[in-house]
T-cell receptor, first 114, second 114 residues
Framework: AQTVTQSQPEMSVQEAETVTLSCTYD???????LFWYKQPPSRQMILVIR??????QNATENRFSVNFQKAAKSFSLKISDSQLGDAAMYFC???????????FGAGTILRVKS | KAGVTQTPRYLIKTRGQQVTLSCSPI?????VSWYQQTPGQGLQFLFE???????NKGNFPGRFSGRQFSNSRSEMNVSTLELGDSALYLC?????????????FGQGTRLTVV
């Protein structure tokens, strides 16, 4: 079975600085997708960024980028120029190529200090 | 375009009762997935429906069931409620089943069992 591990229960970052959230996963599949979701206090899950396993290039979305290391099964999220609105719970998630079932990590609470 | 709508937003039920939660996906989306979120177990996949058929099921007891209607709206039912069923239940909709499609989440139904 696929598993996703987030080893940082909580992280803090100063406004305007950079923070990296870690994620490792375990799978025997060769084709899959990886995601970072943000869950603010409103509880609505919002997709931050996604990565297709067959793509070697790391995904980037504005201030958010990932470091995808397929052989090491590592998928970290870097948030640059952190803003107060980035404060939330961040979940790393895995999905196989077919179907929409998401396997989530335990989450990392990100606090942003002004 | 309206987002994923979950009703009701909050529910309080007594142990032993049953409950039905509803999820209306984004217009045109045919896949609906359900997740349970608790502080102890995190986010766990319950089941996925596509074109009125259950395509995938998580590791939950038979008290948890679901269905999908021809208009893609989905319901999940929990019978003989237990205190441990208290959770945030999230629904996600996707446009298709095969290949990558983004999952859009609703705001969830907060179920409290007393």
């Amino acid at each position: 079975a696929q598993t996703v591990t987030q080893s940082q229960p909580e992280m803090s970052v100063q406004e305007a600085e950079t923070v990296t959230l870690s994620c490792t996963y375990d799978t025997s599949e060769s084709d899959y997708y990886l995601f970072w979701y943000k869950q603010p206090p409103s509880r609505q899950m919002i997709l931050v960024i996604r990565q297709e396993a067959y793509k070697q290039q790391n995904a980037t979305e504005n201030r958010f980028s990932v470091n995808f290391q397929k052989a090491a099964k590592s998928f970290s999220l870097k948030i640059s120029d952190s803003q107060l609105g980035d404060a939330a719970m961040y979940f790393c998630a895995y999905s196989r190529e077919y179907g929409n079932k998401l396997v989530f990590g335990a989450g990392t609470i990100l606090r942003v200090k002004s | 375009k309206a987002g994923v709508t979950q009703t009701p937003r909050y529910l309080i039920k007594t142990r032993g009762q049953q409950v039905t939660l509803s999820c209306s996906p984004i217009s045109g989306h045919r896949s609906v997935s359900w997740y349970q979120q608790t502080p102890g177990q995190g986010l766990q996949f319950l089941f996925e429906y596509f074109s009125e058929t259950q395509r995938n099921k998580g590791n939950f007891p038979g008290r948890f069931s679901g269905r999908q209607f021809s208009n893609s709206r989905s319901e999940m039912n929990v019978s003989t409620l237990e205190l441990g069923d208290s959770a945030l239940y999230l629904c996600a909709s996707s446009s298709s089943y095969g290949g990558y499609t983004e999952a859009f989440f609703g705001q969830g139904t907060r179920l409290t069992v007393v």
